[in-house]
Nanobody
């Protein structure tokens, strides 16, 4: 089992920045990828960003490219999401997720993850 705990959410004005953190614990030695997803009120959960643990390749949703950056700290088993130039439409609960098995980027983007955190709320005011 892997436990994921997100932190860093909060209220920010449009144009501002936040950094989310996700600390992984438990059986993390087999982590293949980690990612961030979000769910806005009344909407389905959507992919935000992902990072492949070995090699560090990153992938982003078109809506956040150029504004968000995903990174990892191998030693701390922590993944970060730096969010800049935030917009009101970025308001959502942000979830951290991890995948223990190898898989395609498409699988990851479609939510094919093995473990999920409980989420952290990001609210962007206009």
């Amino acid at each position: 089992q892997v436990q994921l705990v997100e932190s860093g959410g909060g209220l920010v004005q449009a144009g501002g920045s936040l950094r989310l953190s996700c600390a992984a614990s438990g059986r993390t030695f087999s982590t293949a990828a980690m990612g961030w997803f979000r769910q806005a009120p009344g909407k389905e959960r959507e992919f935000v960003a992902a990072i492949i643990w070995s090699g560090g390749a990153t992938y982003y949703a078109d809506s956040v490219k150029g504004r968000f950056t995903i990174s990892r700290d191998n030693a701390q088993r922590t993944v970060y999401l730096q969010m800049n130039s935030l917009k009101p439409e970025d308001t959502a609960v942000y979830y951290c997720a991890s995948r223990s098995r190898a898989g395609t980027v498409a699988t990851i983007m479609n939510g094919g993850m093995d473990y999920w955190g409980k989420g952290t709320l990001v609210t962007v005011s206009s």
